[in-house]
């Protein structure tokens, strides 16, 4: 009988879907990607006769896998290490951890996702930028932007920056800053190469954090890096960009604007992004937003943020929903 290591992961997944059985075979499927059922239908297609002992040794490894990744999920490696060390012994223990960390790419710092971000952000606030822009790059985009708007704002375009120029770190980086962060959090990720980091991570994060944190990061990199900040820039959007936008499109925003948020997104912007918007309403509308510009007073940056924050949001949601098209330059092409 082959040992289950001489079968590739694929040939693995389809002599368990076969020991499993076409009732619930077809029940993981649902699950799958089209691509990933096309690769196991034609792998259960070539696969002829498997022996009894095989199918166990099969079910037996994916129950492993299966006991460990509940065990990371609830408590980390480590946590994970000690209860199999009990159930299966500590040889058969570092096996499954091992085949775990190198077939399902268990990320570094996945410890740290658990630990609340007030508590996260003062242990990380006084390390160096470059630590901090590591850890960033591997927490998700909603964690890394609540973190990265409450950093000093001499640090935050500097994180920024280095989470956008990052592309590759060694093992080497990535164990001795765990080493570190273990002294209080426990856990050591051991992995290969990985890539982590580039523009679209920053970008997303911007996408995600405040206005007036986006504002600052942007034009600290239009003055440090402005090469770099015109590559982000064409991967997001902000309020001024709506300049960029058709006029059937601005239209289409502004039927989901409040006329009252309008009013006050409006109060700190150049005449030239007020014309566009204006002219893309009716005339007793603008007149009507406009003397309730001149009436309202003075309004907190804060407050024009917000309500600038809103409509960035509507427009990027009317994105996604493929009701609008954004231009980003570069490549981007329409057609009419």
Request: charged share 30%.
């Amino acid at each position: 009988m082959k040992g289950t290591d001489e079968y590739s992961g694929l040939q693995k997944t389809a002599i368990l879907m076969i020991a499993l059985g076409p009732e619930r075979s077809s029940k993981i499927f649902k699950h799958l990607k089209e691509e990933e059922i096309e690769q196991l239908t034609l792998e259960i297609a070539n696969t002829r006769s498997v022996s009894q002992a095989t199918k166990d040794a099969v079910m037996d490894e994916f129950y492993e896998v299966c006991l460990a990744q509940q065990y990371i999920a609830e408590g980390g490696i480590a946590y994970a290490k000690d209860l199999l060390e009990k159930a299966l012994g500590t040889e058969k223990a570092m096996e499954v951890i091992g085949k775990l960390t190198a077939s399902l790419q268990v990320r570094p710092f996945e410890f740290i996702r658990k630990i609340d971000p007030a508590q996260l952000l003062t242990f990380i606030q006084d390390e160096h930028p470059q630590t901090i822009a590591l850890i960033l790059s591997y927490l998700s985009a909603g964690q890394s932007a609540a973190l990265i708007g409450a950093l000093a704002p001499d640090k935050q375009a500097d994180v920024a920056k280095r989470i956008a120029q990052m592309d590759r770190t060694s093992p080497d980086v990535l164990k001795e800053v765990e080493r570190v962060l273990e002294k209080k959090f426990a856990s050591l990720v051991n992995q290969d190469y990985t890539i982590a980091g580039g523009v679209d991570a920053i970008v997303d994060i911007l996408n995600t954090v405040d206005r007036g944190t986006e504002k600052h990061i942007m034009e600290t990199l239009e003055i440090e890096e402005p090469e770099l900040a015109d590559e982000i820039r064409k991967k997001m959007f902000v309020f001024e960009d709506i300049l960029s936008l058709d006029d059937r499109s601005i239209q289409r925003v502004l039927r989901e604007v409040q006329n009252d948020e309008l009013a006050i997104a409006l109060k700190s912007t150049g005449e030239e992004v007020q014309e566009v918007i204006f002219n893309n309403m009716s005339k007793r509308l603008s007149a009507m937003i406009k003397e309730d510009m001149e009436f309202m007073g003075p309004v907190r940056m804060k407050d024009v943020e917000e309500a600038q924050q809103k409509i960035v949001n509507i427009i990027r949601k009317l994105e996604d929903s493929g009701e609008i098209v954004i231009s980003r330059g570069g490549g981007d092409e329409i057609v009419v």
